[in-house]
T-cell receptor, first 115, second 113 residues
């Protein structure tokens, strides 16, 4: 079936370095993608989103890149800080769907920032 | 704090008991979603409301599960005759419009003994 998946389950980076988290998706009908951050014991927290008519979007210290040709999404975090340590999920909308465009999540990448 | 509230935060119950969770979405959001998350996995879609209408249910939502949103505001998720496999984090989310970002609550962690 169609799914969202992540290339690496864990990523360890040094404080101050840039982090890149990758995600592959297989539903060519998806037109909306989101990255969430989840800390232990908390719900997912929105980071940044991108629609399929764009290939790059920037936020504060974060950039999302979308490559529709190879169905690949990435999250770049600049100058990674200890507070960035968390599990990161990419998600795609369930298009076409009658589910109000509920999101389909991947398994997540655990980011560990070391001093 | 996203503005989505869930209660209780934790629930421990014995197998066979019924449990009910509550979600209060962001007030102007008419779309409300329930997800389930097990350890090491991403959230899995359970069901979706637009106002008071339940428009889609996942195959994950067995007949022991029922969700309501009677006045189009808060929602409840009830699990009857709980099983150990029901142990998970139950997440509620809301959104302002279709195909927009979801705002999640902190979840209810259910442990079935």
């Amino acid at each position: 079936g169609e799914s969202v998946g992540l290339h690496l389950p864990t990523l360890s980076v040094q404080e101050g370095d840039n982090s890149i988290i990758n995600c592959a998706y297989s539903n060519s009908a998806s037109d909306y993608f989101i990255w969430y951050k989840q800390e232990s014991g908390k719900g997912p927290q929105f980071i940044i989103d991108i629609r399929s008519n764009m290939d790059k979007r920037q936020g504060q210290r974060v950039t999302v890149l979308l490559n529709k040709t190879v169905k690949h999404l990435s999250l770049q975090i600049a100058a990674t800080q200890p507070g960035d340590s968390a599990v990161y999920f990419c998600a795609e909308n369930k298009a076409p769907s009658n589910s109000g465009y509920a999101l389909n999540f991947g398994k997540g990448t655990s980011l560990l920032v070391t001093p | 704090d996203t503005g989505v509230s869930q209660d209780p935060r934790h629930k421990i119950t014995k197998r066979g008991q019924n449990v009910t969770f509550r979600c209060d979405p962001i007030s102007e959001h008419n779309r409300l979603y329930w997800y389930r998350q097990t350890l090491g996995q991403g959230p899995e879609f359970l069901t979706y409301f637009q106002n008071e209408a339940q428009l889609e249910k996942s195959r994950l939502l067995s007949d022991r599960f029922s969700a309501e949103r009677p006045k189009g505001s808060f929602s409840t998720l009830e699990i009857q005759r709980t099983e150990q496999g029901d142990s998970a984090m139950y997440l509620c989310a809301s959104s302002l419009a279709a195909n927009e970002k979801l705002f999640f609550g902190s979840g209810t962690q259910l442990s079935v003994l």
